[in-house]
């Protein structure tokens, strides 16, 4: 019986070590991102997807649960785990910059989360799905407004799909992970905009200094634990540095 892994932006940073994890832990791995990962493993299988376009969603879940035998499948896990983060004020980004990291970080987690639970619909197997969040869901920075807002957003869909699938039998479990400051290619990123357009840099560099960031594989092996706790309850919204819940 196969375990089963789908998770977006899998070909770096969070979403990179994830893969490798999973892939440790003997799943069958599916990666959905622009670009492939140097990883090469026989269980692992990297699609070429662009989160920020706006059609050929259905196609590939079509395409994808062609490779996935319900018979043949012990669990399945979604992990959304892409996001873009635009920095700058929110009157001095494009519109198309708007529309890209709103489509990654909200409408991609929208579309992938409704076509998880309908291909899965009546299967008996364990199913899941992990919204990689932010504490930026819960505090405003300045220049954020696109990455503070749709990460909020995501919290709030973890929670109603929760109430959804409360009233299916053997629904859809959902969580959301905040994963803290971890020491990876977006944060480097931070670290190099301009303090006009953020002006908590400051910060994210003393964090990076004083050694503070976690690191990607300790943080990939702590969502996996969280994903098998299933005395978590459905729709918890959850902070792996406090490992709390606010539900």
Not at 148 to 176: F, H, P, W, Y
Not at 221 to 229: E, L, R, S, T
């Amino acid at each position: 019986m196969d375990n089963i892994l789908l998770i977006t932006g899998g070909s770096r940073g969070i979403g990179q070590a994830l893969v490798t994890t999973y892939l440790q832990k003997g799943y069958k791995v599916f990666s959905i991102a622009r670009s492939h990962s140097s990883e090469k493993h026989p269980l692992l299988h990297q699609i070429s997807f662009d989160l920020s376009a706006s059609h050929g969603f259905g196609t590939l879940f079509k395409n994808l649960f062609r490779e996935i035998e319900e018979a043949q499948t012990a669990s399945i896990l979604l992990i959304n785990n892409a996001a873009a983060l635009p920095i700058g004020k929110i009157d001095t980004l494009t519109q198309e910059h708007i529309q890209q990291a709103t489509h990654v970080n909200l409408t991609a987690p929208l579309l992938l989360t409704s076509l998880f639970i309908q291909h899965t619909q009546g299967w008996k197997c364990d199913k899941k799905i992990i919204n990689i969040s932010s504490g930026a869901a819960h505090k405003p920075y300045y220049g954020w407004t696109i990455y503070c807002s749709t990460k909020a957003a995501l919290d709030m869909l973890t929670r109603t799909v929760a109430i959804e699938q409360s009233t299916v039998e053997n629904g859809v479990k959902i969580l959301s992970i905040s994963p803290g400051v971890v020491d990876t290619g977006m944060q480097s990123a931070i670290r190099e905009s301009a303090r006009e357009d953020f002006k908590d840099i400051d910060r994210f560099i003393e964090l990076k200094n004083t050694n503070a960031l976690a690191e990607p594989a300790d943080v990939a092996n702590q969502i996996y634990q969280v994903a098998m706790d299933t005395a978590i309850e459905n729709g918890a919204i959850l902070d792996l540095r406090t490992l709390s819940t606010n539900t």
